[in-house]
Structures are given as C-alpha cells and as structure tokens.
C-alpha cells in the first residue's frame, strides 16, 4: 500500500510543480497578445501605411510636376585659318567658351477625361480594401485563438476527469488490499483491480501530455518565444445562444469580412469601365518654364559674355485618331471583367448562405446533443456510484465495475466534447456572421 500512495504523491508533485510560476491567462488576453505579435498581421497593417501612401491626389495625377535643370558646357576651340598676300600663311586662333544653362519647367495634364478622378476613387478603394484584408485576417486569428484557447480547457477538463477516475481504481485497489490482509479477497481479484488502477494511471499521464501540448500550441499562436506556462482563468461553458435564421443571414450579406471585400473589388471594376472610357475624350496639357543661357568666352588674354533668356507658356490638345482599336478592347475587358465580378459576388453570396445555413443547422443540433450529453453523464455517474456501493457488498464483482466505469467515463468525454463543439459552432457563427470582433 506504500507504493500505491507514492503514486499519488508523484501524480500530485507533478500537478504542483506545473502550475508554479505559471501566469494567469484569460481569453481577451490571449486575444489580445496574438493580435500584437501575429506577423501576418503586422505585416497586414505595413500594408495599410502602403495604401494611405498611394491615396492622394498628387499620386492620381491632378497636380503639375516643376522641374529644375542645370548643365553646363566647356569647350576649348582651336581653330587655323589660311590668309594670302606675297604668300600663303597660316594663322591660328585659340579661344574658350564656359556656358551654364539652368531652367525650370512645369508640366500639368489639365485635363484626360476624369481619368483623375477616377484613379483617385481606385486609390481609396484600395485603401479600403487593406483594411477588409486585415480585418478579415484578425477575425481567422480571433477565431483560431478562441478556438485553441477552449481546446486547451477541454484538454485540462479532460485531465480532471482522467485525476478522477484513477483516485477512484486506487481507492478500490487499497480497499481491496485490504480485504486481502483480511482474507476475504482473492488474489485474482487484487491483481483485476491492479491492473485497472495501473490502466487508469497511464491514461492519466497521457491526458497530461495532451494538455500540455495543446498549452504549447496555445503559446505558439499566442507568438510566446520565452515558454511561458499559462494558468487559463476563464471557465470551459458553452454559450446557449437563441439565433434567429432571418437575423443572422442579414448580419452575414451586410458584415461578412470576405463578401465586404468582394463588393469593395466590384466597385473597382465597375470604376475601370471609367477609366476605359476616358481613352474616348481628348487629352489637354500644359506646358510652360523659363530657360537661360549665360555664356563666357576668352581668347588671346581678352574675355566677353552673353546671355540669353526665354519664357514659354504653351497649351496641348490632342485626340487619338486611331488606335487599331484598342480603346474598344480595354473597355471590353473592363466590361467583362465587371461581369465576372458580379458572377464572383453571386457565387460567394450564394457559398455563404449555403455556409450559414450549414452551421445554423448544426449549431442547433450540437445544442440538444449537449443537453442529452448531461444528462448522460449524470446517469452514468450516479450508476457508477451505486456501483461502488454494490461492489463493496459484493452484488458485482470488480468486471462489473470496470464495465460502469467506463460508461462513466465515455460519458463524461461526450460530455466534454459537446461542450467544446458548441463553443466552436458560436464561434463559427460569429465568424460568418461578421461578429467574432464585436461579437454582434
């Protein structure tokens, strides 16, 4: 009986150095740490800066661009000229010439038929559209840490019940020895409840190992490098939601992250059809600056310069008269492409829907499946306890036992699992419905 209590002191040793030095963690911490160290998401929001960068109207096009040039020339000339008198002689001149020539110069389209405009629409869009990707990228982080949060309580539940039922095979294993030391217990039945207790034990330890890999993964999706051991604080229950269909399938068609984005990439499509029409109008510029020219020149010890200067201010209409067509190919593709899209929001709508519908349905079902897994369970374990009393008046043997047991024992597992499947159809629902964030 002395080793059989070493067990036990191991068992709870084990439990106790554990849960030493750990930190609480409760669910809106968990959220909230992955969500500052998600490196998608970080990079998610790098994105967004990109895109608030790109959404101006000088990177549209509407204001002019000013230039300012400076060159500058240095020539050595050497030239030989012939002059004729008694006779021919050659003569040779050498001079320098230094010229700079600065300038400045604006263009400015004033006009491309609100092409402008229209790029600076995409522009925002496009903005906006970062934003949905993120937003879209944090509700699958929300919801993943939800779910791994809930996972590693129901791996803790489960270590809990395993704790139980071997205290319970190790109280029946001492009572046995003891009815041994008595004489009325047969060795046969000593080593039938050794083995259980033995059995029970080992599936203790596994559960143990289940939970601990699952707080490891936890911590990896928590973005944890330093190993922490977390004390998880909020409670493992399901939340008993009364949904309407009608409710939730408006909420999704208005809120849900992916469809959002879908009409944010329509409403780009739908502004490319603009900008292919915009190719059909005549495009009107202006173009004006200043130049100067200073020059210096020196030859044989004498120097002179010049200068001169000029302003210009010009105005540019021009037309495409023909292109071999490909105005009208680029407003066909932008016509098809705006087809396309409305046939891609149709079949998203129609994919969330059938989605919604899926999980509403479930949702339902896995509601009446954890009522009836309570219920079970409480059976089970009033069964089990009846039987723990039958045993000790000898009405059952030790199989007998061993067979309540286990009912008790897979009933509490379908009860855990029910709940755990519940939390994870809530979780789903607020996810499509676009409420995981806000939990609207």
């Known amino acids: 009986m002395k080793w059989i209590s070493t067990i036990f002191v191991f068992f709870l040793t084990v439990q106790v150095f554990a849960q030493s030095d750990s930190l609480d963690l409760s669910l809106a911490q968990a959220i909230e740490l992955s969500l500052k160290n998600n490196y998608q998401i970080v990079i998610s929001h790098k994105n967004i800066e990109t895109a608030k960068i790109n959404n101006s109207w000088a990177n549209a096009g509407r204001y002019p661009t000013l230039t300012a040039r400076l060159s500058n ?10 002059s004729s008198g008694i006779g021919l002689s050659t003569a040779r001149m050498e001079y320098t010439t230094a010229t700079l020539y600065p300038a400045l110069a604006l ?73 041994q030391e008595l004489g009325t217990s047969v060795t046969f039945d000593v080593l039938q409840v050794k083995t259980t207790f033995l059995s029970d034990s080992v599936n203790y330890l596994m559960q143990e190992s289940n939970y601990s890999n699952s707080l490891k993964n936890l911590n990896y999706l928590l973005g944890d490098t330093t190993h922490s051991i977390y004390r998880l604080t909020d409670s493992f229950e399901a939340i008993d939601e009364q949904y309407n269909y009608s409710d939730l399938r408006q909420k999704a068609f208005e809120n849900n992250s992916t469809l959002k984005n879908q009409y944010l990439n329509q409403k780009i499509l739908q502004n490319n059809i603009g900008l292919a029409k915009s190719s059909y109008y005549p495009t009107l510029s202006l173009s004006a600056g200043t130049d100067y020219i200073q020059s210096w020149n020196f030859a044989g010890g004498e120097s002179a310069d010049d200068y001169t200067y000029d302003f210009y201010v010009n105005l540019t209409l021009s037309y495409t008269l023909y292109g071999a067509g490909s105005k009208k190919r680029q407003m066909q593709k932008a016509l098809i492409s705006q087809d396309i899209g409305e046939v891609s929001i149709a079949e998203m709508q129609h994919k969330v829907e059938n989605d919604l519908y899926r999980l509403y349905d479930l949702y339902q079902v896995r509601k009446q499946m954890l009522k009836v897994s309570i219920e079970a369970e409480q059976s089970a374990a009033l069964n089990l306890e009846l039987g723990n009393e039958r045993f000790k008046n000898g009405t059952i043997n030790s199989f007998n036992l061993r067979d309540l047991t286990i009912y008790y024992m897979n009933a509490a597992n379908q009860r855990l699992e029910s709940t755990y499947n519940l939390i994870q159809g809530h979780t789903e629902l607020l996810r499509i419905t676009g409420g995981i964030v806000n939990g609207n």
């Open 73 to 82: 020339n240095n020539k050595y000339n050497n030239v030989s000229a012939l």
């Open 107 to 179: 263009q400015w389209n004033l006009f491309n038929g609100w092409a402008v405009d229209i790029t600076k629409a995409n522009y925002e869009l496009l903005e906006q559209l970062s934003q949905g990707n993120t937003a879209l990228l944090i509700e699958n982080t929300v919801q993943t840490i939800i779910l791994a949060y809930y996972q590693t309580l129901l791996q803790k539940e489960k270590v809990k019940l395993a704790k139980n039922v071997m205290q319970l095979s190790g109280d029946r294993y001492n009572y046995v020895l003891a009815k």
